[in-house]
Structures are given as structure tokens and as C-alpha cells.
């Protein structure tokens, strides 16, 4: 049973990577360096942090790197927000007497102001910043709290976090709201992938506060597949609308989600819509029924039965995306099929826009 939560910061209770990302542009400027698009700055950042310079700007000292970084950092950590489920999480933790710890490389001075600004200090008992390589603190932080690694976990976003958590002999949970992307996570081979914190603390109740393995005997017995509804949504200038997901690897696919107890497949097709866009649909045609079991490109180990529809989106209503998907874009069917597509979403295209597609 989980009694200890030693949390990463970054990317995992707070989202400070735009920050991040344009005060290490502005040091690669400053050191006369192509600047990274987000994209590349994922794939490349890594912890500790002196690898990634040494990577790209050798030639000036770390000292100079670092006035520029924080210099730059202080004047847009503005936009550093909680994250979706971080509070309710916290909360959750408190509810259920939990001592928690957070250990993070985030600049002491930073994290006052962060934490301040975003409430989120007050849920934590003590604190350990500035931390260069946390491998080389964790059990010395075992050790000076006395906590049971068997009942700690330690909750983070990055390679470094999981490889953090296997140093001290604990457990670790890897969530994708922060700077690694799911297939980095993966080979890291965290206890558990979660999407959000949000999902780790379904598990935990559902769970009785032990962190189950997603493929442990006793899960795969009790799981059957899931049902679910996607809509392939048209505005009426005919473009389809995509979305962007951590959860299916970074790739573009249609919104959706699970059919609820009582409902008919239409009726969780227009709320998830709704929910996840803020659109609504009609003119709801049903197209086909894919089998997705263990779909490799889904952040974990699952068994969908995925009804697919087309759908309009009438008139002009903006689309408003909940924390399912990152990004969203209306483009035309053959724009759309350019794209980095997941697999169900891909056969769709194939299957209800074939005469566009000219296949």
C-alpha cells in the first residue's frame, strides 16, 4: 500500500515547458545556435541537464549558460500553470495521509514563486530543490525520512525520474503531461504509465491505494474490452476535424471515448464530442467497428471495440479541446491524410472518404 509520494515538479505537478523552452532558446542565441522547435526540444531535452548543454552550446561555460537560462527564465515563468489533476491529486494525498516529498532540478528561487503562485506548496511536507542529478539524492532521502521504499513511489515525467525511482529501490510512476513523450517512457520501463495524475488516482482507489501493474495476473483477469465511440467530424466547408493526443503517441486522430452504462452508441458519441470539442454533431452516419487489441501506438495496454461515425459540425462554433488532446486542426480529407495519423483513424479515412482519397 502506497504511504510515501515523492513527486518531480516539472511536467508533472506544474506545465512550465513553455518557459522552459523559450529561456533555453534564448541561451542557444545568445551562444549563436540554431534555436529548437518544440518538437526537437522534447526529443532532446534530458536530465541532468549539463549533458544537454554539452550536446549543443560545448564551447561556453556552464556558469554563463545558467545567468542566461535563469535571467531569461524569470521574466516568462509567468506562464507556469498547474497542471490538469495536480491539486485534486494533492488533495487526494492529504485525504489519505500520505507523506509527500518533492525532488526536482527547478531553481529554489523558482519554485517559491511557482509554488506561491500556484497553491501547490502548501500539499507538500518537505521539499528538495535545485537537485543536479537526483539519482545521487534519493536514498540519502530514504534514509533522512525513513521512508519504507516498499510503500513509496516516486511520480515524475522524464527517463531521469524512473531511473531516479529504480536507484532507490522504489517504484515510480511515469505520467505523459510533461517533456518526454510516451515512446521515451516506455523504454524506461516505469511500474506504471499513467496519462495524468488524474488516472493514477482512479487506480490507487480502484485499487484499495496499491499501484497495480497494468498487465499484473489479477488486472488481466478482471478487464474485459471496452466499447467505444470516434466521430470523424466535417464542418460544412467539407474539412475534417484531428486532434492530437499523448495518449495514442503524439499522433493525429479523432476525438472519442467510452460509452457509458445505459447509454445508446449515438448518445456517447454526441456528449464525448461535446465534451472533448465543445461541438455539437448531427447528421451521425456509422461507418465501421475496428478491433484494436493492444494497439501499440496507445500509451497502455488495452482492448477496444472502436465504432467509428462521420458527422457534421453545422455553422460556426469554435472548437474548445478538454485536456484529452493538445492540438487540434481543421483540414481538408486529403490534408488530413499527410498527417502522422494513428492506425484506427487512418483505416477510417480509407473507409469513409475513399473517392476523396482516390484509393
Known sequence: MIRNVIFDWSGTLVDDLPAVWEASNHVFRRAGVTPLTLEEFRAEFRLPYRGFYDKFVPHIPLEELETWFHARFRECQDSVVALPHAREFLKFCRENEFRTFLLSTVHPAHYELQAEATGLGSFLDRTYTGVDDKRARIL??????????????????????????????????????????????????????????????????????????????????????????????????????????????????????????????????????????????????????????????????????????????????????????????????????KLQLNTPTRRLLEVACRDTLNL
Open 140 to 337: 540519502g532521502i530514504l534514509q533522512e525520512n525513513n521512508l519504507d521504499p516498499e510503500s513509496t513511489v516516486f511520480i515524475g515525467d522524464m527517463e531521469h525520474d524512473v531511473e531516479t525511482a529504480r536507484h532507490g529501490g522504489i517504484r515510480s510512476v511515469a505520467v505523459l503531461t510533461g517533456y518526454n513523450s510516451l515512446n521515451q517512457l516506455r523504454a524506461a520501463d516505469p511500474t506504471v504509465l499513467v496519462e495524468h495524475l488524474g488516472e493514477l488516482k482512479a487506480r490507487l482507489v480502484e485499487n484499495g491505494l496499491r499501484l497495480e501493474l497494468d498487465e499484473s495476473p489479477e488486472r488481466r483477469f478482471s478487464r474485459r474490452p471496452v466499447s467505444t465511440v470516434g466521430g470523424l467530424i466535417f464542418n460544412e466547408a467539407g474539412e475534417v476535424l484531428m486532434v492530437r493526443t499523448r495518449k495514442w503517441s503524439g499522433l493525429w486522430g479523432i476525438p472519442g471515448g467510452k460509452i457509458e452504462w445505459g447509454e445508446t452508441s449515438e448518445d456517447a458519441l454526441r456528449r464525448e464530442l461535446l465534451e472533448e470539442t465543445g461541438l455539437h454533431v448531427e447528421a451521425i452516419r456509422f461507418v465501421m467497428v475496428q478491433d484494436a487489441i493492444r494497439p501499440p501506438e496507445f500509451y497502455r495496454t488495452a482492448h477496444f471495440l472502436l465504432l467509428n461515425y462521420t458527422c457534421v459540425a453545422r455553422g460556426t462554433q469554435p472548437v474548445t479541446l478538454n485536456d484529452e488532446a493538445q492540438e487540434y486542426r481543421w483540414l481538408s480529407v486529403a490534408e488530413a491524410w
